[in-house]
Structure formats: structure tokens, C-alpha cells
């Protein structure tokens, strides 16, 4: 593959790490792509497609069975295939010609922006990883093998919790001690900012609005689920706060729960765990809210499409709750949202894995939200699987109200921006 000058973009989620690489050029060629997913459970599968230089596919894997089961082995597993020969060809000429690698940062604090990292912004972003538990460190990780391997690449920091800046005080203020908050930098940050970055503008571009007049009402529904409203294409409010934990529950999260559920649940939550203290900074009670509830506490499996398989398919009690339990989660932040508004939502945006694959729960969520006025086409909403487009509509033709897909892409929004912002 010939060219000189390339974006990398790494994404380190809390259940996969997903990469692609790009021209630097206006319109960001997408060169390669990958995820392995299924990192937090027992087997993890790889998606990979190369393209040619006018975008036909070139190579493509779809759900092999690798074996990965940390972030730092699946992103071995990208560094190694780029820098190796397939066939007689090799990915890339050089690892040198990576110009720019694009790092998804959970927590950036309050940074609106992208940073270029040098050693006083790593030293910034270590200081907030306890405060992203499951994204903060493993992303560093990444971003410290890169700043050793890729001598030429300029590594840059993008964060999700940068685009939810624009909430204001009422909304991101606790109910608690002013000066507190103020010390330890407490407040609702907000994140899968990228993810809602991407779904502004291509949802803007199909409603056929302007970007700052959008308003929708959008689910980043994966192992980590979130919802935000969308007003005037800026962040209004979102679910997660201070940190990934906060509102819908995850494959591992609680989500919101009563905070004095913790001191019931355990007498020693508060010390700090010892089974984790190598590779993370958790007490006991971080550990279980973060690790050890969501869908693999209530169910066993992390995997939602099992869950709803299990639930409509085989009538598993415990996996219809479960089911049932997200769908009432999700209908809350859709009500309060609506409100948020003031009922000037045109579309509601299903994304995420579980937003992106999963029909029934898509299906569910829109009954039990139709007194707002969303309706689904139960054709469209089947057929939506077997779609390539970015944003697929499955309400009736015609709606007033629109419920999308968008197919969401954080490697995308991140190259996108290097361009924009001449990074
Ligand atoms: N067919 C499906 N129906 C519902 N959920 C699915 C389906 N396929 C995958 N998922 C779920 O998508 C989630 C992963 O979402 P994704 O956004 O890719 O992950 P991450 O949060 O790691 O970025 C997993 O919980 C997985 O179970
Ligand atoms: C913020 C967050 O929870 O991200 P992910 O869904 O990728 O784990
Ligand atoms: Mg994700």
C-alpha cells in the first residue's frame, strides 16, 4: 500500500479495541479498519476489511474467533498485522508514515479540546484515570507504546467527555459542598462525547437541518450506555457524570443506583482492591459497581444479544428482566430529554453496539416511548441489519418524528477532526 502520510486512530472501549487507519487528506480515505470485541468475555472476535485505493474491499474478516483477552494483546495484534507482510504485500511501507496517532481518551476533564500529548498532558491524563476506572489507564497504555514505537507519529489525545462541555452550571453541579466540588474538580463531565460528535453531524446531514440546529434525542447503547439531548447541536445534558458509571446500566456497570446501596452491599467497600491493584486503582466498591454488576451480574453473559435472545426467544426469567430493566432505563432519560427540549426533538438516534444490532430492544424502547409521538416501521427496523448506510431510517415513511440508526464511528470523527482542526 502506497502513501506517505496517515492517520491512525486507536479506540480503546471498555469491551473491545477498535482501529483504522486513513489518508491525511480532506476527505479521509479509509485505508483499514478493525475491532476485536468481547474483551470482557470468554471469547473475543475479530472484524477486519482493507480497501483498495478507490474504496472496494480488499480483505475482510468478519466474527473470527481470536484469542485477546486484554486491551493490551488485542491492540499487539493491530501493531503486528500493520507492520507485517500479507501475501507478497506489506500493509504499509513504513510505520513511519503514520503522521498523526488519534488516542480516544475517556476522561479529558474539562479539555474541550484535542491535545497533542507531550509529557505534561500524559502526566494530566494519568491523574485522571481513576476517574474513567475501565477506559483512562488502558487508552494511556496504548498511548505510551505508541509514543515509543512511532517515533515520527505526532500522538493526539481526543476526549469523549470533551463535547459535553457546553452543559451548563445547574445541570453538571452536585448537590453537594461548592467548595468540595471545587477542589477535587467534581462535576458531571459526560462522555461517548466522540460517538455523539459523529452522530450531530451525520444526523444533522439527514434530517437536512444545519449542525447548530439540530435537536435530537441520542443512545449510545454498548457496554457502556449513555443518552444525550441534543439541542441546537450542542450537549444538553447526558446520563454519565463524573465519571462512565453514572445513569444506564452496562455489560458490567450498575449505572445509577441508590448511593447508599454500596455500604449494604459490603463492610469492607471502601479498601482499596487487592485483586485489581496491579492494573487498575479500585476500592471494593468501585470494583463491584465497575466490574462486577450490569448484564454479567444479573445474567452471566456480557452480551446483550444473548441476553435478548435468552429473554424472547427462550423465555429465561432472569434475562427478561434484565431486558425489560434496560428498556425501562432508557425510556426515563428519553422522557427527561424530551422535557430538556421542551419537546422540540425531531429524531430519536439509536447507536452503540446493542443500539446498532439490537432490533428488539430498538423495538421495545420505541413503544414504550410512543406517547411523545416515535413510531417504528417494524419492516424497516428487521431489514436495518442488513445495512451499510451511516444512517438508516426505521420510522414509517413520512414521519413526523424520525427514529434512526446511525452507525457510529469514533476512529472516523477523530480523523475528521485532525483535518478540520489542522492537527
Ligand atoms: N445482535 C445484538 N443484539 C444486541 N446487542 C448486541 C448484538 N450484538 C452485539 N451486541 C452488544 O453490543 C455491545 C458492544 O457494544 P460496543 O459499542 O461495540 O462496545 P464498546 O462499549 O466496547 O465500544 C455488547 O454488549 C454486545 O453484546
Ligand atoms: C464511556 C464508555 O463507557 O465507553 P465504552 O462504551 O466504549 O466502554
Ligand atoms: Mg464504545
Known amino acids: 500500500m502506497a502513501a506517505s502520510k496517515l492517520i491512525l486512530c486507536l479506540n480503546a472501549g471498555s469491551s473491545s479495541v477498535k482501529f483504522a487507519l486513513f489518508k491525511y487528506e480532506p476527505s479521509t480515505p479509509l485505508l483499514l479498519e478493525g475491532a476485536i470485541n468481547g474483551i470482557t468475555a470468554d471469547k473475543q472476535f475479530l472484524d477486519f476489511k482493507s480497501y483498495t485505493p478507490d474504496g472496494s474491499t480488499l480483505e475482510s474478516i468478519k466474527k473470527q474467533e481470536i484469542e485477546t483477552p486484554d486491551h493490551e494483546s488485542a491492540f499487539k495484534y493491530f501493531m503486528h498485522r500493520l507492520d507485517s507482510q500479507q501475501g ?111 452522530i450531530a453531524s451525520e444526523s444533522a446531514k439527514f434530517l437536512g437541518v444545519d449542525g447548530s440546529d439540530l435537536n435530537v434525542i441520542a443512545l449510545h447503547l454498548g457496554s457502556g450506555a449513555s443518552a444525550c439531548a441534543i439541542g441546537s447541536g450542542k450537549s444538553v445534558n447526558t446520563s454519565m457524570g463524573l465519571t462512565p458509571l453514572e445513569g444506564l446500566p452496562g455489560a458490567t456497570r450498575s449505572g445509577s443506583i441508590d448511593p447508599s446501596l454500596i455500604f449494604h452491599y459490603h463492610s469492607n467497600s471502601s479498601r482499596m482492591s487487592a485483586s485489581l491493584s496491579k492494573e487498575l486503582k479500585l476500592t471494593v466498591a468501585e470494583e463491584i ?98 445495512s451499510d448506510a451511516v444512517v438508516v431510517e ?30
Not at 309 to 325: H, I, Y
Open 88 to 198: 507478497d504485500k506489506r500493509m504499509l511501507d513504513s510505520l513511519a508514515d503514520i503522521y498523526v496517532a488519534c488516542h480516544r481518551v475517556v476522561h479529558g476533564g474539562a479539555n474541550p479540546r484535542p491535545l497533542v500529548i507531550d509529557d505534561s498532558v500524559d502526566h494530566e491524563l494519568e491523574m485522571l484515570s481513576d476517574l474513567a476506572p475501565l477506559h483512562n489507564q488502558r487508552a494511556l497504555d496504548i498511548v505510551h507504546s505508541c509514543r515509543a514505537h512511532l517515533k515520527s507519529a505526532k500522538n493526539v489525545a481526543f476526549f469523549d467527555s470533551s463535547f459535553h462541555m457546553s452543559i451548563l452550571p445547574p445541570i453538571y453541579t452536585f448537590p453537594i459542598s461548592l467548595d468540595v466540588q471545587k477542589r477535587h474538580q467534581l462535576r458531571k463531565y459526560g462522555f461517548h462525547g466522540l460517538s455523539y460528535a459523529f
Open 289 to 386: 459497581l465497575n466490574k462486577e454488576s450490569g448484564w454479567k451480574s444479573l445474567t452471566g453473559t456480557t452480551d446483550f444479544g444473548e441476553i435478548t435472545e435468552r429473554a424472547l426467544g427462550q423465555g429465561d426469567e432472569v434475562c427478561k428482566l434484565a431486558f425489560d430493566m434496560f428498556v425501562n432505563r432508557v425510556a426515563m432519560y428519553v422522557g427527561q430529554y424530551w422535557v430538556a427540549l421542551k419537546g422540540g426533538a425531531s429524531a430519536l438516534v439509536f447507536a452503540g453496539g446493542i443500539g446498532e444490532r439490537g432490533a428488539e430492544l430498538r423495538k421495545a424502547v420505541v413503544d414504550e416511548v410512543a406517547c411523545l409521538g416515535f413510531e417504528l416501521d417494524e419492516e424497516r427496523n428487521k431489514a436495518a441489519a442488513g
Open 394 to 423: 426505521i420510522s414509517p415513511e413520512g414521519a413526523r418524528l424520525k427514529v434512526l440508526i446511525v452507525h457510529t464511528d469514533e476512529q472516523k470523527e477523530m480523523a475528521k477532526e485532525v483535518l478540520d482542526q489542522d492537527l
